[in-house]
């Protein structure tokens, strides 16, 4: 998870806790994906930050899309692994850029090995 303000949001982005306004009101619920009409509301709203899904977050969602083959089953089990192991640190920032680090360079060498 990864918070940003409103003015850096961009359209493709999914939220990864539900938005409130001022009086506790749900507005956007968690997964919602923004579009830049939503973004245009949030800041007529004045809501100023936003707590987003980062690329690892995302990885479940993809791999319901991804084709049923044994490289793909192999990069979901090395994803899956990464992210049982970094669990516990959904909140802490440096853990979360060394998940993304992690996975990436795991995922490219299973590649490279191909």
Not at 23 to 28: I, P
Not at 34 to 50: C, K, V, W
Not at 70 to 94: G, M, W
Request: aromatic share 2%; net charge neutral.
């Amino acid at each position: 998870m990864k918070i940003i303000t409103v003015d850096e949001a961009r359209e493709g982005l999914i939220l990864a806790r539900p938005v409130e306004d001022r009086m506790g009101r749900t507005l956007l619920r968690k997964g919602e994906v923004l579009t830049s009409a939503i973004i245009d509301r949030l800041e007529s709203f004045g809501i100023q930050n936003l707590s987003i899904q980062t690329e690892i977050e995302s990885v479940p969602s993809l791999v319901a899309e991804a084709p049923d083959t044994p490289d793909t089953k192999r990069s979901v089990r090395i994803a899956t692994e990464i992210e049982t192991r970094f669990r516990h640190h959904s909140d802490n920032p440096r853990m979360q850029l060394l998940k993304m680090a992690a996975l990436s360079s795991l995922l490219q060498k299973d590649k490279n090995s191909r």
